[in-house]
DNA sequence: ATTGTGGCCTGCCCGC
DNA sequence: TGCGGGCAGGCCACAA
């Protein structure tokens, strides 16, 4: 399930291995694939002719800027991965097959005479779109500021680990970092986001850096301490205590009910 | 406006 | 051995 750090992967791949080629072809054999309105020829007509100038990143979605001004923005769902001539993103995605079929190849660019970048996703849930708003989306969780952080949970009655999943306030984060990062902050996903204190906020951030930190060096957003143990029968590996599951803001979410502190705890009661 | 829910899509795994 | 029903989750439309 690409989250920023499975997307911050495929960002380097393009960089390193497209950057300065030429847009020679686009293939586009998935009309579900298109987002925004677009069908094939407008994505031809933006890009063909085109070198591929820049790899950026924002959130979940990969931008590749083009020296004649259009932007394509790649979306990889949760089983999609990027592959350029033959070298995929990553090594394998959580959830979804490890096969490379070409039937899941839902979009793909031509790069110079022979090169290829594409998107394989067995599931179909990524997109492409042209020149995406890319402020729709909050700060990038890689290196959101403690005001940044304080501003996209302030003043919410959602659920804690519900605003942390909204792309809109802050960017980047799914539903696995975000277990990871609640079970390293101790805090309970089921608190209203607004209801942090100063420190506990503090805490957050500094555990969201060190997650997304070490989530980019291992490679995966299925690589954190929790995530092995997000199973039935599971227990915490701090404390031993069995994990709570419950759906919170939609997702599967599993937590330690010990030293992942509720708002009764902060009230100062003990459940 | 904010918050919650269901559906998209399809491969895989479990139990019968 | 084959089959069917859950399940996974990023994202979006829609409801309350």
Redesign the pocket.
Known sequence: ???LPEVEAYRRLAESASLGRLVTAVEAPDA?FL?GGIVARDVEGALVGCRLVAARRR???LLLDTDHGHTLGL?F??SGRLVVDGTAGVDELL?????DDPV?DRFTLRLGASGVLRIND????GGVSLDPDEDALGPDALGATPAQLRAALAG????LK??L?N?ARLAGV???MADEVLWRAGLAPVRP?GSLTAAELRRLHLQLRRTVDLLLERGGSHLGDLTPHRVPGGTCPRDGTPLRRA?V????TWWCPEHQTGAAEVRGQRP
């Open positions: 399930m690409p989250e579900w987002k959130g979940k979605l979306r769902g949760m959830y979804t097959s490890r096969r899941w067995p599931r179909r849930l919410s009655a959602a659920p519900a605003r999943l792309q799914g539903n696995l986001a759906t803001g939609g997702r599967t």
